[in-house]
């Protein structure tokens, strides 16, 4: 089925561990978006990107990494999870920067 | 900067009651307007949008109006159901920068039978 998906859904990690989340989209989107979701915040952008090969950094983007070699992939990788990076992550893709933006699940991230 | 101000709840109303959610922005040029609502358990779907002044975007009984003057894209709906329950986030996209939306911090809407 067309869509996005994002896995897993639910990860329990430890304080300086990596942990990779993963988006997949089927709509060919050129544009894809990582948001982090916390109570008292709304959603907040972590990387974005544009196109295969490029990706820019949004509001929030400490302790992020991410990359992008296929269209249809954006994976988010904490490279030393830290206790604050507990949270929801959600992955969208569009068209155009300017048009609405697609959802996924969202991966639910706990860090002991 | 870009920012969206809405109130975040929760917000209790009866079945059939009228809805009102509040959202006012502040943002560079002349952005483009959302209303996305987001289900236990679910990533945002989009409900509506406007992308210019006096524009009306409407989807399932909800509407705003894109007002310029007031800097607002406030959230109605005649006639509320259970099936509304949800928390809804009003969201901007302004270009000049980061190309994600910016968002509001969310309002929890409960709706009782």
């Known amino acids: 089925d067309a869509g996005i998906t994002q896995s897993p859904r639910y990860k329990i990690t430890e304080t300086g561990r990596q942990v990779t989340l993963m988006c997949h989209q089927t709509w060919s989107h050129s544009y894809m978006f990582w948001y982090r979701q916390d109570l008292g915040h709304g959603l907040r952008l972590i990387y974005y990107s544009a196109a295969a090969d490029i990706t820019d950094k949004g509001e929030v983007p400490d302790g992020y990494v991410v990359s992008r070699s296929k269209t249809e992939n954006f994976p988010l990788t904490l490279e030393s999870a830290t206790r604050s990076q507990t949270s929801v992550y959600f992955c969208?893709?569009?068209?155009?920067?300017?048009?609405?933006?697609?959802f996924g699940d969202g991966t639910r991230l706990s860090i002991l | 900067g870009n920012s969206v101000t809405q109130m975040e709840g929760p917000v209790t109303l009866s079945e059939e009651a009228f809805l009102t959610i509040n959202c006012t922005y502040t943002a560079t040029g002349y952005p483009s307007l959302f209303w996305y609502v987001q289900y236990p358990g679910e990533g945002l779907q989009l409900l509506l949008k406007a992308t210019k002044a006096d524009d009306k975007g409407s989807n399932k009984g909800f509407e705003a109006t894109y007002r310029k003057e007031t800097t607002s894209f406030h959230l109605e709906k005649g006639s509320v159901q259970v099936s509304d329950s949800a928390v809804y986030f009003c969201?901007?996209?302004?270009?000049?920068?980061?190309?994600?939306?910016?968002f509001g911090k969310g309002t929890h809407l409960i709706i009782q039978p």
């Open positions: 969208a893709s569009s068209t155009y920067s300017n048009q609405p933006q697609h």
């Open positions: 969201a901007l996209y302004s270009g000049g920068g980061a190309d994600g939306l910016t």
